[in-house]
């Protein structure tokens, strides 16, 4: 299976900044990648797909990039509804799997 | 608008079964793939398989195959997973969600229901 790593569990950042989530592949998984928001009650909604596409609905102040086996979410202009966790998902071969999360908090 | 509702949490046996509901509803329930995703505390979100109710096709996780049975009924838009033979390990949130494909994006999982808690305990 390939492993998906989000070496940082948790960050701090104050509204309004910009803030970084990365994610690594095991292997390459050409764009395959997608992004997750959980709120604190749970809600699991799709932010991200194929690295860089933004799913109906989401803010624009949410963006992906990367390739390879290094990918990033950003979030820019950090609002307080933004606290959340944040996973990676790859789907490039079965079974698809997640990193770790991302915890987001305000300062 | 998509929406897919999840039974309610279940407190059950080791040893016993368990079978939980996911009613799709605001698209085509026979046209897409539904995914199961298991979720424990430190052992993050993990896919456990998708069944598509049009055709009545099932893929399964390695890691997951005889512990879940995926099935699915079209006249109530509702699809099922059960697990057997329960054991602690089986204590998780469990979630289903839409499957979109797309030839030239991939896949993702576009539409998620609320989770379903699922407690195993004597």
């Known amino acids: 299976d390939i492993q998906m790593t989000q070496t940082t569990s948790s960050l701090s950042a104050s509204l309004g900044d910009r803030v970084t989530i990365s994610c690594s592949a095991s292997q390459g998984i050409s764009n395959y990648l997608n992004w997750y928001q959980q709120k604190p009650d749970g809600t699991v909604k799709l932010l991200i797909y194929?690295?860089?596409s933004l799913h109906s609905g989401v803010p624009s102040r949410f963006s992906g990039s990367g390739s390879g086996t290094d990918y990033s979410l950003t979030i820019s202009n950090l609002e307080p509804e933004d606290v959340a966790t944040y996973y990676c998902?790859?789907?490039?071969?079965?079974?698809?799997?997640f990193g770790g999360g991302t915890k987001l908090e305000i300062k | 608008q998509v929406q897919l509702q999840q039974s309610g949490a279940e407190l059950v046996r080791p040893g016993t079964s368990v079978k939980i509901s996911c009613k799709a509803s605001?698209?085509?329930?026979?046209?897409?793939?539904l995914g199961w995703v298991k979720q424990r505390p430190g052992h993050g979100l993990e896919w456990i398989g998708d069944i598509y109710p049009g055709g009545v096709y099932t893929n399964y996780n390695e890691k997951f195959r005889g512990k879940a049975t995926l099935t699915a009924d079209t006249s109530s838009s509702t699809a099922y997973m059960q697990l057997s033979s329960l054991t602690s390990e089986d204590s998780a949130v469990y979630f289903c969600?839409?499957?979109?494909?797309?030839?030239?994006?991939?896949?993702?999982?576009?539409?998620w229901g609320q989770g379903t808690l699922v407690t195993v305990s004597a």
């Open positions: 998902q790859q789907y490039s071969k079965l079974p698809p799997t």
């Open positions: 194929y690295t860089s």
């Open positions: 969600a839409r499957r979109y494909y797309r030839y030239d994006r991939g896949t993702w999982f576009a539409y």
């Open positions: 605001g698209y085509t329930f026979t046209n897409y793939w």
